[in-house]
């Protein structure tokens, strides 16, 4: 069965940091585009940042760059999101996806219905 499950959400004050994980069960996640969106209350969902499965080329929303990386370990068939400098603006849940039909990683990262599976999604809130 194939399933993404994000962990590593919280509460964090402004300015600090989260790691978030995806790990993969039930496929390998070296084929796979791999993206993180999120979805703030009453908005749409939005890409975040993604990475390639070829050449581990990488993509961010301007919104996030300088302040988030992502990276992937196919060892552990596990993909994170390093988030540091929290801002208020990053509350939403965050959600991992994957795909193996890669198309542009820029047009993916911004269109969610480009992935075809999803994890359930963790729940990030910065607030002093």
């Known amino acids: 069965q194939v399933q993404l499950v994000e962990s590593g959400g919280g509460l964090v004050q402004p300015g600090g940091s989260l790691r978030l994980s995806c790990a993969a069960s039930g496929f390998t996640l070296d084929y796979y585009a791999i993206g993180w969106f999120r979805q703030a209350p009453g908005k749409e969902r939005e890409g975040v940042s993604c990475i390639s499965s070829s050449d581990g080329s990488t993509n961010y929303a301007d919104s996030v760059k300088g302040r988030f990386t992502i990276s992937r370990d196919n060892a552990k068939n596990t993909v994170y999101l390093q988030m540091n400098s929290l801002k208020p603006e990053d509350t939403a849940v965050y959600y991992c996806?994957?795909?193996?039909?890669?198309?542009?990683?820029?047009?993916?990262?911004?269109?969610?219905?480009?992935?075809?599976?999803w994890g359930q999604g963790t729940q990030v809130t910065v607030s002093s």
């Open positions: 996806a994957a795909e193996k039909r890669i198309t542009t990683l820029q047009a993916m990262c911004i269109y969610p219905s480009t992935f075809g599976y």
